[in-house]
C-alpha cells in the first residue's frame, strides 16, 4: 500500500468511527442520555477532523481540543476557519459532561438537556459533514 493509501485509510477509518460516535449520540440523546450525547458529539467531530488531518498528511494528531484542531487544519485548508468557530462550541462538552469535578455542585447527567444535546449533535453533524466535503474535493 502506497503512502496516499495509508493515509487514505487511516483517514477513512477515523471518519468511520466519528459516524458511528455522532449514531450513538443520537441514540444516547434519544434515551435522556444528554451528557453522554454532549460527549460523543464532541468526539465525533473530534475524530472528523483528526481524520482529515489524517488524509492530507498528517503522522500524528495530537490533542482533543477541536480549536487547536481546526487551527491545524487551517495550516492546510483555510476554509476551516469557516466551521472552527462551531466546532469548538464542542469543546465545553469534553470534561463537564463526565466528570462531577467538571461541574462544581453539579453532577453531568443532570446538568445537561435535550436542547444541549440537539444542538451539539447539530454541530456534529455540521463538522463530519464539512469535513467530507472537504475531502471529496482533493
Known amino acids: 500500500m502506497s503512502g496516499g493509501e ?15 460516535d455522532l449514531d450513538a449520540a443520537r441514540h444516547a440523546a434519544a434515551g435522556e442520555f444528554h451528557a453522554l450525547a454532549c460527549f460523543l458529539c464532541q468526539q465525533s467531530a473530534e475524530k472528523a477532523v483528526a481524520g482529515y488531518l489524517f488524509a492530507r498528511g498528517a503522522d ?4 482533543h ?3 487547536d484542531l ?5 495550516q492546510l485548508d483555510t476554509s476551516f476557519d469557516v466551521i472552527k468557530s462551531v466546532a469548538m462550541l464542542l469543546d465545553k462538552h469534553y470534561q463537564p459532561t463526565r466528570y ?4 462544581p455542585g453539579g453532577v453531568p447527567h ?3 438537556d435535550q436542547v444541549d444535546s ?3 449533535i447539530d454541530i456534529a453533524v455540521d463538522v463530519l459533514e464539512f469535513v467530507k466535503t472537504r475531502l471529496r474535493s482533493l
Not at 6 to 20: F, T
Not at 60 to 63: A, K, L
Not at 100 to 103: M, N, Y
Request: proline letters at 3%; glycine letters at 8%.
Open 118 to 120: 440537539g444542538r451539539a
Open 6 to 20: 495509508q493515509q487514505r485509510s487511516q483517514s477513512d477509518r477515523w471518519l468511520q468511527q466519528s459516524q458511528h
Open 70 to 74: 481546526c487551527e491545524d487544519a487551517m
Open 60 to 63: 500524528h494528531v495530537w490533542g
Open 100 to 103: 462531577p469535578s467538571g461541574l
Open 110 to 112: 443532570l446538568a445537561y
Open 65 to 67: 481540543a477541536l480549536a
